[in-house]
């Protein structure tokens, strides 16, 4: 069956970082979209960035421009997000989620809502 395993998130301090990892199975991976979503409390879930199959050109939010990167590596079937200068306004868990069929969108970002397959995410808390 098809699973997405995020691991990496913690506790961390204002102006560190992070690398996040996701690990998918059970689907055509170097197939898929690959994105990184974050939700705080009270919150809706956000997207940060999106990384495409193949050319691997990638999409980031304005809320992650210049301190998020998003990469993906095919031969391990993992997407990361690393995040640098990390702000107690990070603070949120970081779901990574799947699209099977990058093909169908011919140069376009799917949307939320089209995304197929989610993780259960990883909290990363970040202090002052």
């Known amino acids: 069956q098809v699973q997405l395993v995020e691991s990496g998130g913690g506790s961390a301090q204002a102006g560190g970082s992070l690398r996040l990892s996701c690990i998918g199975s059970g689907y055509i991976f170097t197939d898929s979209f690959m994105a990184w979503f974050r939700q705080s409390p009270g919150q809706e879930r956000d997207r940060v960035a999106v990384i495409r199959p193949g050319s691997g050109s990638t999409f980031y939010a304005s809320l992650a421009k210049g301190r998020f990167t998003i990469s993906r590596d095919n031969t391990k079937n993992t997407v990361y997000l690393e995040i640098t200068d990390l702000k107690p306004g990070d603070t949120a868990i970081y779901l990574c989620?799947?699209?099977?069929?990058?093909?169908?969108?011919?140069?376009?970002?799917?949307?939320?809502?089209?995304?197929?397959?989610w993780g259960q995410g990883t909290r990363v808390t970040v202090s002052s």
């Open positions: 989620a799947a699209h099977p069929r990058a093909s169908l969108y011919s140069g376009a970002w799917c949307q939320k809502s089209d995304y197929e397959y």
